[in-house]
């Protein structure tokens, strides 16, 4: 795996972590909000409609939810706290900087170019030197 893949797994686990955690406050609402019930369906001996899901359904959903987002939110602090380390151990404070700000802030090239008060094209030559350095630091990426 490169350097620039390897590194990026990082946002990607946090954008999975954001998106269950809108999930569950989905679910919540639904479970929360109030609704009248629809008379104008027949039931037979308090059977359900089909696709009709129930209250104790939801919180067996929202149960399950919870112990992946604990379990992705434990995963990706593993993971944050290792590439952290990682960056640091590089030999160039420069990369160290610019990688921190790319990869554990989600920061883009543009952005970090103008805090490190560099053109755009140096930044992005930077980079790709401090994702060299990565792998050359750490040749036996999983």
Do not use: C, W
Not at 54 to 80: N, P
């Amino acid at each position: 795996m490169k350097a620039k893949e390897y590194l990026s797994q990082l946002q990607r686990l946090d954008t999975i972590v954001n998106q269950k955690i809108q999930e569950r406050a989905d679910l919540r609402a639904q479970l929360t909000s109030i609704s009248s019930p629809d008379l104008s369906k027949d039931r037979v001996k308090g059977g359900k409609l089909p696709g009709e899901s129930g209250f104790a359904d939801r919180i067996v959903k929202l149960l399950s939810l919870e112990e992946e987002i604990d379990r992705d939110t434990d995963a990706f602090i593993d993971l944050k706290h290792k590439i952290i380390g990682q960056i640091h151990n590089l030999s160039d404070a420069k990369y160290i900087k610019l990688l921190y700000k790319r990869y554990v802030e989600f920061k883009r090239l543009e952005v970090i170019s103008v805090e490190m008060n560099y053109t755009y094209q140096y930044t992005k030559e930077l980079h790709g030197y401090a994702l060299q350095e990565f792998e050359r630091t750490y040749p036996t990426l999983p």
